[in-house]
């Protein structure tokens, strides 16, 4: 077996594992899933680009699409791309810091992504992922995670508008790590608020999708 061959075997074992996975009723750390898990992971030994998101809402966690909401339709506007080439796992990755939705807290808002998916899938997932250039990292948790693989400790108190504003450094980071807000309306007044957003950080955002999952699939 070629090692090509071998890299892409491993990778598809691991993808079959994370689908099968049920460590959070089984074994969970703390309270246990409140339902059946789903996990929903897209990942392709092709895509160059990859979005690493938060968790699974209910609405994907029934649909078993990452990003198939209003925010998805949101992000997809910012990265300028079209749900067919989103959904494009050859030209386009998502796997989230949950791969599971959470469940709700108290107040009927989102829990925090299962810190077990971290624990056991996420360093070998992404290190069976070499030909990634580029990680969209979707908020605190993500952003929190790739960067501190790459030897980039964020502080603790770091918001996520401190992190985004500090973009341009982890452009040189092998991958590239863009850090982006949560693209919920939650974060409508946030984004009206931080122009500079929109102005210089979404181009640069478009010209990276476009450059690795452009129509031509090449360039
Ligand atoms: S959230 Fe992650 S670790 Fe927990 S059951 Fe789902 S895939 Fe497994």
């Known amino acids: 077996m070629s090692r090509s061959a071998g890299s892409e075997a491993a990778l598809a074992a691991?993808?079959?594992?994370?689908?099968?996975?049920?460590?959070?009723?089984e074994r969970p750390e703390g309270a246990p899933l409140p339902h059946e898990p789903r996990p929903v992971a897209r990942v392709s030994a092709k895509a160059r680009l990859l979005i690493a998101g938060q968790a699974p809402g209910m609405r994907v966690h029934r649909s078993?699409?990452?990003f198939d909401d209003p925010s998805g339709d949101r992000l997809r506007g910012?990265?300028?791309?079209?749900?067919?080439t989103f959904y494009d796992v050859s030209?386009?990755?998502?796997?989230?810091?949950?791969?599971?939705?959470?469940?709700?807290?108290?107040?009927?808002g989102d829990l925090p992504p299962r810190r077990e998916c971290a624990r056991h899938w996420h360093d070998?997932?992404?290190?069976?992922?070499p030909q990634v250039e580029t990680i969209l990292a979707v908020g605190k948790y993500?952003?929190?995670y790739h960067l501190?693989?790459?030897?980039v400790a964020l502080p603790r108190s770091a918001s996520v508008a401190e992190t985004v504003g500090r973009w341009r450094e982890f452009s040189a980071l092998t991958p590239k790590i863009v850090p982006l807000p949560h693209p919920s309306w939650r974060n409508s007044a946030w984004l009206?608020?931080?122009?500079?957003f929109a102005e210089e950080l979404l181009p640069v955002v478009r010209a990276e999708v476009g450059r690795l999952a452009g129509w031509d699939g090449k360039t």
């Open 192 to 196: 009206k608020r931080n122009s500079w």
């Open 124 to 129: 070998p997932l992404f290190a069976a992922l």
């Open 78 to 84: 910012w990265m300028g791309v079209d749900r067919e």
């Open 142 to 144: 993500a952003q929190a």
């Open 148 to 151: 501190r693989r790459l030897g």
């Open 91 to 108: 030209r386009i990755g998502v796997a989230a810091m949950s791969f599971c939705f959470p469940g709700y807290d108290a107040h009927g």
């Open 14 to 25: 691991l993808v079959a594992g994370i689908g099968a996975c049920r460590i959070c009723v």
């Open 64 to 66: 078993g699409l990452p």
